[in-house]
């Protein structure tokens, strides 16, 4: 492996609100921001890898059985990620995977997911400015989960009793202490940039730890899946799934619930259920006045 490159499996992705010049029709409720563009791996991928020859696909039921439209669409997950709750926030239609869009700028106007699954991190080497000279001046990054307590490493570390593994999570917060750092001296470097880092890790473990509250009652086991805690093989058919995937934390071996889903992005939105988001919310950020 290329020592500058960083191979991320669970939750990283980089949100956009991107400022454009392009003529539109004023909708009756206008969005709260023009458009989303959504860079990242499986745990924002609409479609994407649904165009692409890997075994990284989620296009077959039982994907998408609790989505708006029962059917799988390639999202990483038995219903909305977290993208399309924050795209509903904002006002916007849910934005659609790049390789699934016809290509045209009416399609495009309000958005489009490059995220695709088993992406990767590129250490900066200045490109980092691309966005920025791209007139982008609104940014959400988000850091890793717990990746640890994901079902597949808890399977392949032989952990008990549904404990995570500590060294995994102890890079991923290391991760997004470092992260957190980067964005901040960035926003600084960057004039009239807004940035904010969003720490899923916080969110996560706010979720495990108070899952009563939250009304799951399977926090290790995924939803999906074969083996101990479901970890071992991956969501290959309906058979393998839960009847009541709400009742879990995790739906397959490495990708959240719908309903967690849900509660971290209210959490990006307005910190609604724990604070994870520095220095401000998306909320603030879209109602806060350029610099």
């Known amino acids: 492996m290329d020592s500058n490159t960083i191979t991320i499996s669970i939750i990283l992705s980089l949100i956009i609100l991107f400022n454009l010049s392009i003529a539109q029709q004023e909708p009756v409720i206008p969005p709260l921001a023009p458009a989303l563009f959504v860079i990242g791996d499986s745990s924002v991928d609409s479609g994407t890898n649904n165009f692409l020859g890997t075994f990284a696909r989620s296009d077959r039921l039982p994907y998408g059985r609790d989505f708006d439209t029962h059917q799988p669409t390639g999202r990483f997950s038995n219903g909305r990620i977290p993208v399309d709750y924050l795209a509903l926030r904002l006002g916007l239609p849910f934005v659609p995977s790049y390789l699934g869009q016809a290509g045209n700028v009416k399609d495009m106007i309000h958005g489009v997911n490059y995220a695709s699954a088993g992406a990767g991190i590129i250490a900066i080497s200045g490109s980092e400015l691309n966005l920025y000279n791209l007139n982008v001046r609104k940014m959400v990054v988000m850091g890793l989960a717990p990746i640890g307590c994901a079902p597949r490493y808890m399977w392949e570390y032989g952990t ?75 969501c290959l058919s309906p058979e393998m799934a839960c009847s009541n995937a709400s009742n879990y934390i995790w739906w397959d071996q490495f990708h959240p619930t719908d309903t967690v889903n849900g509660i971290l992005a209210d959490n990006i939105w307005n910190g609604e259920h724990t604070k994870m988001c520095y220095p401000m919310h998306l909320q603030d950020m879209v109602n806060q006045k350029a610099k």
């Open 160 to 234: 008990e009793n549904g404990d995570c593994v500590e060294p995994i999570n102890d890079m991923s917060i290391e991760f997004n202490f470092l992260m957190r750092y980067i964005v901040e001296k960035l926003a600084e470097e960057l004039p009239d940039a807004n940035i904010i880092f969003c720490d899923v890790y916080e969110g996560s473990m706010d979720i495990l730890n108070n899952h009563n509250h939250y009304g799951f009652n399977v926090t290790s086991e995924a939803c999906c899946g074969f083996g101990k805690y479901r970890g071992w093989l991956m």
